[in-house]
């Protein structure tokens, strides 16, 4: 016997109401601007720049991904999940995420100096570029078709972002 669905509070019959942070423009923009740093510690990778350089844009792209994964797992995907009948786009995003979280754990733990450290930032920058395609193709269309109300889970993603990013030291971007 088929199940109901469910039709969740997050679920929008109508047209999303604006807001000034729509979930699928605030996470769109944080994948554009991870994707700025990576080329920036690649730019610094050829120029040979200083451990302490490389760093630094190393440390803040962890931090960055750190915290967007976590307003994702948080708030994004299970609005998600609430609205979508097929859960896989979201089940392959969270197993994305573990392998990510691992390649962070150690460059966290690692020094530039340290063999390997340059091509865990490079496959990590790779997974993100992976993961940001399949996002932005797949699940952010899928999202807006089953009629999720970006407005309201980007009120709640910016209010969390904002705290997070308070908490490792990064400015939000205005």
Same mark, same amino acid.
């Given at each position: 016997?088929? /199940? @109901?669905?469910?039709?969740?509070?997050?679920?929008?019959?109508?047209?999303?109401?604006?807001?000034?942070?729509?979930?699928?423009?605030?996470?769109?923009?944080? =994948?554009?601007?991870?994707?700025?740093?990576?080329? @920036?510690? !690649?730019?610094?990778?050829?120029?040979? $720049?200083? %451990?302490?350089?490389? $760093?630094?844009?190393?440390? /803040?792209?962890?931090?960055? *991904?750190?915290? =967007?994964? +976590?307003?994702?797992?948080?708030?994004?995907?299970? $609005?998600?999940?609430? #609205?979508?009948?097929?859960?896989?786009?979201?089940?392959? @995003?969270?197993?994305? =995420?573990?392998?990510?979280? %691992?390649?962070?754990?150690?460059?966290?733990?690692?020094?530039?100096?340290?063999? =390997?450290?340059?091509?865990?930032?490079? #496959?990590?920058?790779?997974?993100?570029?992976?993961?940001?395609?399949?996002?932005?193709?797949?699940?952010?269309?899928?999202?807006?078709?089953?009629? *999720?109300? /970006?407005? +309201?889970?980007?009120?709640?993603? $910016?209010?969390?972002?904002?705290? *997070?990013?308070?908490?490792?030291? *990064? !400015?939000?971007?205005?």
């Amino acid at each position: 016997m088929p /199940t @109901a669905k469910k039709t969740p509070a997050r679920k929008t019959a109508s047209a999303p109401r604006a807001a000034a942070n729509d979930a699928i423009k605030l996470l769109t923009s944080d =994948h554009a601007e991870v994707k700025k740093l990576f080329k @920036a510690y !690649e730019k610094l990778v050829k120029e040979e $720049a200083s %451990d302490t350089e490389k $760093a630094e844009v190393a440390t /803040t792209i962890c931090k960055m *991904l750190t915290v =967007h994964a +976590q307003i994702e797992e948080e708030i994004f995907y299970p $609005a998600a999940r609430e #609205v979508l009948e097929e859960q896989d786009l979201v089940d392959e @995003a969270d197993i994305e =995420h573990a392998s990510a979280k %691992d390649l962070i754990a150690q460059i966290e733990a690692s020094d530039p100096s340290d063999d =390997h450290y340059d091509a865990k930032v490079k #496959v990590l920058g790779e997974y993100i570029d992976h993961h940001v395609k399949e996002e932005e193709t797949e699940l952010f269309k899928e999202v807006k078709k089953a009629g *999720l109300d /970006t407005a +309201q889970v980007g009120e709640e993603l $910016a209010a969390r972002k904002e705290e *997070l990013m308070a908490e490792v030291g *990064l !400015e939000v971007p205005a």
